[in-house]
């Protein structure tokens, strides 16, 4: 039973315009979540998180929505840069603190 | 300071046999997750030591132990290897325990095939 879902294994986007990844969770008990990205033959990287307690969170080109009656949240990359491609992880901070991870989404930027 | 670092990086091995995965954290964390990603699953939480004691468990078979050493250093072991354990294994350390407050660093992973 998924508890983070991303349903969107890909995405293709170009580079300039704005890249949207969006992520669906089932707990409404989580109270943190946060965006990873990977690139391959490389462990995640911690990109930017939010709190229950706020609906967005912005760090330069990254802006994170929290749409908790939906259970829904999203990271929006704007301008996106070929730098940007690689594999993004959604997860939910689980109760004993555990992450607990969505499938991924791998982003392609083109040029 | 030095990131996690994993080894082996690349590991072969054959059903039935048992492997051991190293994980040295980043200096001064005394917190240790792991991870097995999968291309059907994705990432998914395995366990979590801190000060030499485990503190949280995933949903995995009893295969799948480990243990950290005083020096936070932490090994992860899985015996009578199943195809299906192939994987990309992922270490993570943080300062303090594994929680929304406390940052997880990743290391480069280990990447094993069970033949």
């Known amino acids: 039973d998924q508890q983070v879902k991303q349903n969107s294994p890909s995405l293709s986007v170009q580079e300039g315009r704005i890249s949207i990844l969006n992520c669906d969770y089932t707990n409404s008990m989580f109270d943190y979540f946060l965006w990873y990205k990977k690139y391959p033959a490389e462990g995640p990287t911690f990109l930017i998180s939010i709190s229950s307690i706020k609906d967005k969170n912005e760090d330069g080109r990254f802006t994170v929505f929290l749409n908790k009656s939906a259970k829904h949240l999203s990271l929006h990359i704007v301008p996106s840069q070929p730098g940007d491609s690689a594999v993004y992880f959604c997860a939910a901070a689980g109760s004993q603190g555990n992450l607990i991870f969505g499938k991924g989404t791998k982003l392609s930027v083109k040029p | 300071k030095a990131g996690v670092t994993q080894t082996p990086r690349y590991l072969i091995k054959t059903r039935g046999q048992q492997v051991t995965l190293s994980c040295s954290p980043i200096s001064g964390h005394r917190s240790v997750s792991w991870y097995q990603q999968t291309p059907g699953q994705g990432l998914q939480f395995l366990f979590e030591y801190f000060s030499e004691t485990q503190r949280n468990k995933g949903n995995f078979p009893g295969r799948f132990s480990g243990r950290q050493f005083s020096n936070s250093r932490s090994e992860m072991n899985v015996s009578t290897l199943e195809l299906g354990d192939s994987a990309l294994y992922l270490c993570?350390?943080?300062?303090?325990?594994?929680?929304?407050?406390?940052?997880?660093?990743f290391g480069p992973g280990t990447r094993l095939t069970v033949l």
């Open positions: 993570a350390s943080s300062e303090g325990h594994a929680s929304s407050y406390n940052e997880q660093f």
